[in-house]
């Protein structure tokens, strides 16, 4: 049973038109992560929410910002995406942030034309 | 700053017993994970060391020495299906924090 879901795995956008991603989580975590992950390269943090508290990586850009309307749900805005921004992009749940391990969806790989 | 090093690639045969390295530079620590990603899935997690020694799981071992920022992942009776990405990540503080992951090794299996 999926405990992660994102919605779609495959996205395709125009450069510069906005596109949101989604997940859910059907664990009731406190926290949830979104990741960018290019070819061959580390996931890396954007930024993570701890239950409604909001935490941005200091390097995130701008053009990404995240809502989370309530525990289930985590949306990411792309709000002008550029080509430099193709990538898988991960949500993560995970308990607690302290001990415990982190539960990554799919994954929406994003193609921008 | 935080710096996680692994090797790129790594090759085994089916059956024999294969270790990853991970080596780590980071400002704190609370512990080391390991995650395996088969191509174009999610990372699914293996594997958590936060004390000195060897975490053994089934096939799959761990093992860390926080003395020299050093861990590996000891795959044993190595299958087809174990060809598939092993990320490396770092907890860096105790409480509120968040983890940092290395490239990955990307492991291939022959028969």
């Known amino acids: 049973d999926a405990m992660v879901i994102q919605n779609p795995r495959y996205q395709v956008t125009q450069f510069g038109k906005p596109v949101t991603l989604s997940c859910s989580q059907t664990?009731?975590?406190?926290?949830m992560y979104w990741y960018q992950q290019k070819s061959s390269q580390a996931p890396k943090l954007l930024f993570h929410?701890?239950?409604?508290?909001?935490?941005n990586e200091a390097d995130t850009p701008d053009n990404f910002q995240s809502r989370r309307p309530n525990t289930s749900f985590c949306f990411l805005d792309i709000r002008s995406p550029g080509l430099g921004d193709a990538a898988m992009y991960l949500c993560a749940t995970s308990r607690e942030t302290a001990a415990y391990e982190q539960y990554f969806g799919p994954g929406t790989r994003l193609t921008v034309t | 700053g935080q710096n996680i090093d692994q090797p790129t690639e790594m090759t085994a045969t089916e059956g024999a017993i294969v270790q990853i390295n991970c080596t780590y530079q980071?400002?704190?620590?609370?512990?080391l994970f390991w995650y395996q990603q088969h191509a174009g899935e999610a990372p699914t997690f293996l594997s958590y060391n936060v004390l000195d020694g060897l975490e053994e799981k089934g096939r799959f071992s761990s093992f860390l020495s926080r003395s020299k920022g050093y861990s590996y992942l000891l795959l044993k009776e190595l299958q087809m299906k174990d060809s598939a990405s092993y990320l490396c990540?770092?907890?860096?503080?105790?409480?509120?924090?968040?983890?940092?992951f290395g490239k990955g090794t990307m492991l291939l299996v022959s028969p």
């Open positions: 929410y701890y239950d409604k508290d909001f935490n």
């Open positions: 990540a770092v907890r860096d503080e105790a409480g509120y924090s968040t983890l940092t």
């Open positions: 980071t400002s704190g620590f609370n512990g």
């Open positions: 664990l009731n975590h406190n926290v």
